[in-house]
Each structure stands twice: as C-alpha cells, then as structure tokens.
C-alpha cells in the first residue's frame, strides 16, 4: 500500500510559478517511479510528468515540456513538481501516482494512455488566472 498527499496547490496569476509536493507513505519510495496528472473541469485526466525511482530520468508532457520540472527527494518521500510559466489552461486539479510496478519515468508516461495507476492522491486544484 501507498499513501500519497498533496499540497501547494492554489490561486496564481497567468506567467507565474508554483510548486507542488506529493508526500508518499508506505512501500519503500524509492523502488517505484512517480508521477504527475491533472484533470481539467469537464476534460479527462490527463499524464503531466513522471520521474523514475533513482530520479535519473524523467518524461514530459508536450504541453508542459520546458516549463515544468519534476524532482524527487527520497530521503524525505517526496516528489515535487515546479511549474513557471503557468497559463490559464494549467488550471485543474493535479494528482500524484504511484504504480509499484512501473521504475522508469517514460514507462509511466507511455503507459498512462491506456493504463491506470495504482495509487492516487487526492488532489490539489491549480488555478492560473489570466
């Protein structure tokens, strides 16, 4: 079992920046890779970023690529995503996952297209006003 808890999530301006953290609790944090979603009100949940279980790499979506970063500390179970930039279509409630049997960080991006994580957050809402 995993437990995941996000926070910072909240009200910013369109060309600002925020920071998001997702705390993990329960299988070792660093066997599995993490990663980022979000859902937009009335669209589907959609992949963010991803990062593999040592950190070493990490995956993108086209839409965020060069604006978002994801890190991980596993010291504190941890895995962040900073966003600069931030647009009013950014606006959504973001969610971390989880899924023990996925290490790399393409490998979750890839395989969020048809597959579903095995543990979620709850969810912070972004909102990005223009």
């Known amino acids: 079992q995993v437990q995941l808890v996000e926070s910072g999530g909240g009200l910013v301006q369109a060309g600002g920046s925020m920071s998001l953290s997702c705390a993990a609790s329960g299988r070792t944090f660093s066997s599995y890779a993490m990663g980022w979603f979000r859902q937009a009100p009335g669209k589907e949940r959609e992949f963010v970023a991803a990062?593999?279980?040592?950190?070493?790499?990490?995956y993108y979506a086209d839409s965020v690529k060069g604006r978002f970063t994801i890190s991980r500390d596993n010291a504190k179970n941890t895995v962040y995503l900073q966003m600069n930039g931030l647009k009013p279509e950014d606006t959504a409630v973001y969610y971390c996952?989880?899924?023990?049997?996925?290490?790399?960080?393409?490998?979750?991006?890839?395989?969020?297209?048809?597959?579903?994580?095995?543990?979620w957050g709850k969810g912070t809402p972004v909102t990005v006003s223009s």
């Open positions: 990062i593999s279980w040592s950190g070493g790499s990490t």
């Open positions: 996952a989880a899924d023990l049997g996925i290490t790399t960080a393409q490998a979750m991006g890839l395989m969020s297209e048809y597959y579903a994580m095995d543990y």
